[in-house]
């Protein structure tokens, strides 16, 4: 019976959000603002030139005169007020990310709704949320692993993070790791109405599959593999040198080299010719 109820309280518990449905939009809306505040004042000067080479006047008398060429610059300012539109945002974010971890440090635990912990958490998670998004829209290669650094997660050396999601709290994750596709690190849960938040460690020269999904307080051991479409239980390890799979996992298989793999594909395939010949023969003995 104790084994049951634990049993239920797992499933449950993995099938929780790990994303805060309360909202959010005032964050969002005071980002987009301050991006759009720096974008506009950076370039007055660009559009006050341009206003005057189109009417003749000028809304800002103490800017220069513009000059024809400046419309060949057009392009080229759009592109670059996207870039600083999106920095702007990340900075800013950053500053007031840790201005939230100063006023009330994250913690591990598990805290009731409503709790301080619970407040902060949320607050520090939708201050992270749009700026990780618009640094992996950026068409620049490891804009996504700098951002994540910026907001506290540890990223060591040649770590390949594609498309995915990664906490901004309590990850460690080491050198020469590959985190896949469509991968989520969660180093919190919401389970009813608590919060559950616990460190996340993903090992050196792990390999984080596919379409995965790692929960609060997982131990990837070095080398540990976690196969494609699958996810951990909470305080779940993985052990070094294996491939972990399973919903959850549940199963482990042991690394092969190439050659060993072409060994035992040839035993198998061996096999069944064996098997095949003894068919024939028994049926023309038949």
């Known amino acids: 019976m104790e084994?049951?109820?634990?049993?239920?309280?797992?499933?449950?518990?993995?099938?929780?959000?790990?994303?805060?449905?309360?909202?959010?939009?005032?964050?969002?809306?005071?980002?987009?603002?301050?991006?759009?505040?720096?974008?506009?004042?950076?370039?007055?000067?660009?559009?006050?030139?341009?206003?005057?080479?189109?009417?003749?006047?000028?809304?800002?008398?103490?800017?220069?005169?513009?000059?024809?060429?400046?419309?060949?610059?057009?392009?080229?300012?759009?592109?670059?007020?996207?870039?600083?539109?999106?920095?702007?945002?990340?900075?800013?974010?950053?500053?007031?990310?840790?201005?939230?971890?100063?006023?009330?440090?994250?913690?591990?635990?598990?805290?009731?709704?409503?709790?301080?912990?619970?407040?902060?958490?949320?607050?520090?998670?939708?201050?992270?949320?749009?700026?990780?998004?618009?640094?992996?829209?950026?068409?620049?290669?490891?804009?996504?692993?700098?951002?994540?650094?910026?907001?506290?997660?540890?990223?060591?050396?040649?770590?390949?993070?594609?498309?995915?999601?990664?906490?901004?709290?309590?990850?460690d994750i080491r050198d020469y790791t590959m985190t896949s596709l469509n991968i989520c690190i969660f180093s919190h849960l919401i389970y009813q109405n608590k919060i559950i938040i616990k460190k996340v460690k993903v090992g050196k020269n792990c390999i984080v599959g596919p379409q995965t999904i790692i929960t609060p307080g997982t131990l990837l051991k070095d080398g540990a593999i976690l196969g494609a479409n699958s996810y951990t239980w909470p305080g779940q390890v993985l052990e070094s040198d294996l491939i972990h799979v399973g919903t959850p996992v549940s199963m482990t298989f042991t690394l092969q080299s190439v050659e060993e793999s072409q060994k035992k594909a040839e035993m198998i395939k061996s096999k069944k010719m064996k098997g095949t010949n003894l068919n024939e023969n028994s049926n023309n003995g038949g």
């Not at 797992?10 to 301050?34: A, C, D, H, W």
């Not at 720096?38 to 559009?47: H, K, R, S, T």
């Not at 103490?62 to 000059?67: M, R, T």
């Not at 870039?83 to 009731?112: C, D, H, R």
């Open 3 to 171: 084994n049951k109820e634990d049993s239920q309280f797992r499933i449950e518990y993995i099938s929780t959000s790990g994303v805060y449905k309360t909202p959010f939009t005032l964050i969002i809306l005071l980002q987009l603002f301050i991006g759009c505040i720096i974008v506009g004042l950076i370039n007055l000067w660009f559009y006050n030139d341009l206003y005057f080479l189109l009417t003749g006047n000028r809304f800002l008398p103490f800017v220069l005169i513009g000059q024809w060429w400046e419309w060949l610059l057009l392009p080229m300012n759009i592109y670059g007020n996207l870039l600083l539109f999106a920095f702007s945002i990340i900075l800013f974010s950053t500053v007031i990310f840790k201005i939230l971890n100063k006023l009330y440090p994250p913690k591990e635990g598990v805290f009731k709704k409503g709790s301080k912990e619970w407040k902060y958490t949320h607050r520090r998670f939708w201050t992270a949320y749009f700026p990780i998004w618009l640094a992996r829209s950026l068409p620049l290669p490891w804009s996504d692993i700098f951002v994540y650094r910026f907001f506290g997660v540890h990223i060591g050396r040649n770590v390949v993070a594609y498309e995915g999601y990664i906490d901004p709290e309590f990850v």
